[in-house]
């Protein structure tokens, strides 16, 4: 099912402007994520699309070829998912599957055929009778999305799906949850405020800041070309790094580095993973930190800008606090922004 929005923008009650006129297009089967910081409209545009809440005059939500803006929730075949789940407490996995089968009037034999095989989708076999108070937090998310997922949704809306789970459940989960989800092939739209789970889980993401999409892309166009600041610093951590453009060159008072073009009016921006320890470097700065992260050392250099910034040693003899280092850059990796 594909969906499309077209000017929809969010003022509630109070006078808060939660999201400014929007478009977005998702295509059938695809995966979107909406990545932002906190408040910055995500569960907002979710609830509009979904039905529960109504966008400011102007505003068109189409579901395929049907325009759905007026139609309310139960009308419009959405599977929703919650961030805190909203399990029915005092009711069995089983029942919690069945509940939108149940509303749909479905004949018993369907409904309990549905639900084993959505059980079975969801890796939840064996657990039909457990009251979900007794349920991991794991398992309370894959009965979520196996109750979303029963009455067949032409499409799929998750508010943080993993947000309630630990750190070390939610790295699994996640890409338990990207494969679910092309499994189940239903298009779907997620929220999250976790870069690392946008880029794992969806086709596109929607970075999106105060109440406005800033840019909608493929995890690699946004990393590699990112249109703002913003984004670039959202999606995968880039810095602003002082200094000015001279030419095709980059002058820092550290030292200076060629760029892919002359950057004119722009800023340059780096990421950990592009700015190299390394001898042969124009760039010179002061080890302030240095931290083992596995396949490589994450190195925090002081002297280029105000604050040290992340950079990258790929050796086996990383630099000490207070040692000097060289910095080196390749200019397709400096971002002009
Ligand atoms: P996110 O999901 O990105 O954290 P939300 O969409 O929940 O952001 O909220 C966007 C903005 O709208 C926030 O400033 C929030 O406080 C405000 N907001 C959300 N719901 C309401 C509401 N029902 N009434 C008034 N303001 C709201
Ligand atoms: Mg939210």
């Not at 907002?44 to 139609?71: F, K, N, Y």
């Not at 409904?111 to 991991?136: F, H, K, P, Q, W």
């Not at 095709?248 to 921006?269: L, Q, Y």
């Amino acid at each position: 099912m594909t969906i499309s929005l077209t000017g929809c923008a969010k003022t509630f009650p109070d006078g808060t402007r939660a999201l400014l006129p929007t478009d977005l297009a998702v295509g059938d089967s695809e995966i979107v994520a909406l990545l932002g910081p906190s408040g910055c409209g995500k569960t907002t545009l979710l609830r509009l699309i979904a039905g529960l809440e109504t966008p400011d005059s102007g505003g068109r939500i189409q579901l395929g070829e049907e325009d759905v803006t007026a139609l309310p929730v139960e009308s419009r075949r959405v599977g929703i998912v919650f961030q805190n789940y909203a399990l029915f407490p005092n009711m069995s996995v089983r029942a919690n599957i069945a509940y939108g089968l149940k509303m749909q009037k479905q004949p018993r034999a369907t409904i309990t055929a549905r639900v084993d095989e959505v059980m079975g989708l969801c890796r939840l076999e064996g657990l039909a009778d457990r009251a979900n108070t007794m349920l991991s937090g794991g398992q309370k998310q894959r009965v979520a999305l196996a109750r979303a997922v029963a009455p067949r949704p032409k499409l799929l809306l998750l508010d943080e799906p993993l947000s309630a789970l630990d750190a070390a459940l939610r790295e699994v989960l996640r890409d338990e949850l990207a494969g679910l989800l092309r499994t189940i092939g239903t298009t779907a739209i997620f929220v999250t405020h976790d870069q690392s789970e946008a880029l794992a889980i969806a086709d596109r993401i929607a970075v999106m800041n105060t109440g406005r999409i800033e840019q909608i892309g493929t995890p690699m166009t946004l990393y590699q070309q990112p249109a703002s600041p913003f984004v670039a610093s959202f999606v995968g951590h880039a810095v602003p790094l002082d200094g000015k453009a001279e030419g095709d060159e980059w002058v820092t008072g550290a030292g200076r580095f060629r760029t892919r073009e002359p950057a004119g009016n722009r800023k340059v921006f780096v990421r950990p993973e592009s700015l190299m320890v390394d001898e042969t470097g124009s760039l010179s700065g002061t080890v302030a930190a240095t931290t083992f992260m596995g396949t490589h050392h994450r190195v925090l250099v002081a002297g280029l800008n105000p604050a040290p910034i992340p950079a990258t040693y790929r050796g086996s003899t990383p630099p000490q606090r207070g040692q000097p280092v060289r910095l080196a850059i390749n200019a397709d990796e400096a971002l002009l922004l």
